[in-house]
């Protein structure tokens, strides 16, 4: 930036201040210089000019070095803040990645569920064919068993097969109403 030179006054006295600031902002200071040393001068009456200059360059020293404690307290907790941000970055991160694992996962098992579900559904197709096929053969072993048992029965009992001859078979001619 160029240098330029401020005419400014402090305490009827002038200076020139060679500075690449705004003038604005240097006639803003000479006007702070000259109101800390109108307070100097007020709260001691005994002081001349120079002492109240000296007391209020000591102010404007003092409000430096707390501006610049202030500052760097300010970057302390901004580095702290920065590295926290930091490691809440790294966790979600980290998070993130462990949330993705678990949609994939997550979306692994459902396809697997509907696997499932559906061999689930064909199975029970298959059992309500078996049955229904089975309850047939059940059905069917009963009539036989009964049929058996029947069977079983009539010999106990001393069954013997008779046959009804008809009146218009030639069994009168074999004697014995029997048909050979």
Same mark, same amino acid.
């Given at each position: 930036m160029e240098k330029r030179r401020v005419?400014?006054?402090?305490?009827?006295?002038?200076?020139?201040?060679i500075t690449s600031d705004d003038e604005k902002y240097v006639h803003q200071v000479a006007k702070d210089v000259s109101q800390s040393i109108?307070?100097?001068?007020?709260?001691?009456?005994?002081?001349?000019?120079?002492?109240?200059?000296?007391?209020?360059?000591?102010?404007?020293?003092d409000d430096k070095n707390k501006a610049v404690k202030r500052n760097k307290d300010l970057v302390q907790k901004a580095d702290q803040f920065i590295t926290k941000n930091n490691d809440l970055n790294r966790k979600v991160g980290e998070y993130r990645e462990k949330l993705t694992?678990?949609?994939?996962?997550?979306?692994?098992?459902? +396809?697997?569920?509907?696997?499932?579900?559906?061999?689930? &559904?064909?199975?029970? $197709?298959? @059992? #309500?064919?078996?049955?229904?096929?089975?309850?047939? +053969?059940?059905e069917n072993e009963k009539k036989f068993e009964q &049929?058996?048992?029947? $069977?079983? @029965? #009539?010999?106990?009992?001393?069954?013997?097969?008779?046959?009804?001859?008809s009146l218009f078979e030639d069994g009168a001619n074999n004697g014995g109403g029997e048909k050979k």
């Open positions: 005419s400014v006054s402090i305490e009827g006295r002038s200076y020139i201040v109108l307070n100097a001068s007020r709260s001691a009456k005994q002081l001349d000019v120079r002492d109240c200059a000296i007391l209020a360059a000591m102010d404007f020293c694992d678990a949609i994939n996962e997550n979306t692994t098992l459902v +396809k697997r569920v509907k696997a499932l579900e559906d061999q689930l &559904a064909a199975l029970s $197709k298959e @059992n #309500e064919r078996l049955k229904k096929s089975g309850d047939k +053969k059940v &049929a058996v048992s029947d $069977k079983k @029965n #009539e010999k106990i009992m001393g069954y013997v097969p008779m046959r009804q001859a």
